[in-house]
């Protein structure tokens, strides 16, 4: 069964520091998918990245950047030059490609990480 | 271009009754998620719709629980007996039609919020 673990339950960091949000999964699958999601205070998990277990390429948005390797089965999230409208929930999630690689199954989340960004 | 919209956002209910919530999903999604989110975790699979076709259904889903998506557009997730423990967010989520790389991202509506009292 899959299983996503984020460790980091709570991070408070003061606004311009940069931040790393860990993310550990598991699964038999060789075929799978990461996504990262926010979710603010207002409640609306906000989709922010996808990517499939056949591409090892780092992504950079902006502010945003995500480590993805294979060989620790992490998917880390960097947020630099934090800003306060940055606090949130967020949530790194797992889904398999299915039986039939249909990739239907309904994504596995981890507990999620509150990151408080001060002014 | 509208997102995921559900209603009620919120719903109060004394132990017992039955509720009913709905979810529109983006328009030309064919499947539709349910999830369950209680406070401080992160949101459980309860059981996804292609079109009108349930295909998957997880073991939180108790009898109690049922889904439908009749005309494979918006769906209605029904619980009858609300039980206290039932209390959280429901979200509801779609994704557009699968493509060659075999999942889809889901997009998210804002949940409702069930209280059983």
């Known amino acids: 069964a899959q299983k996503v673990t984020q460790a980091q339950t709570e991070i408070s960091v003061v606004e311009k520091e940069d931040v790393t949000l860990d993310c550990v999964y598991e699964t038999r699958d060789t075929t799978y998918y990461l996504f990262w999601y926010k979710q603010p205070p207002s409640g609306e998990l906000v989709f922010l990245i996808r990517?499939?277990?056949?591409?090892?390429q780092n992504e950079i948005s902006g502010r945003y950047s995500w480590n993805f390797q294979k060989s620790t089965s992490s998917f880390n999230f960097t947020i630099t030059a934090s800003q306060v409208v940055d606090s949130a929930v967020y949530f790194c999630a797992l889904s398999e490609a299915g039986y039939s690689g249909g990739g239907a199954d309904g994504l596995t989340f981890g507990k999620g990480t509150h990151l408080i960004i001060q002014p | 271009d509208t997102g995921v919209s559900q209603n009620p956002r919120h719903k109060i209910t004394k132990r017992g009754q039955n509720v009913t919530f709905r979810c529109d999903p983006i328009?030309?999604?064919?499947?539709l998620y349910w999830y369950r989110q209680t406070l401080g975790q992160g949101p459980e699979f309860l059981t996804y719709f292609q079109n009108e076709a349930q295909l998957e259904k997880s073991r939180l889903l108790s009898d109690r629980f049922s889904a439908e998506r009749p005309k494979g557009s918006f769906s209605t997730l029904e619980i009858q007996r609300t039980e206290q423990g039932d209390s959280a967010m429901y979200l509801c989520?779609?994704?557009?039609?699968?493509?060659?790389?075999?999942?889809?991202?889901?997009?998210f509506g804002p949940g409702t919020r069930l209280t059983v009292l």
């Open positions: 990517r499939n277990s056949f591409d090892e």
């Open positions: 989520a779609s994704s557009p039609r699968v493509v060659a790389e075999g999942t889809d991202t889901q997009y």
């Open positions: 328009s030309e999604h064919n499947r």
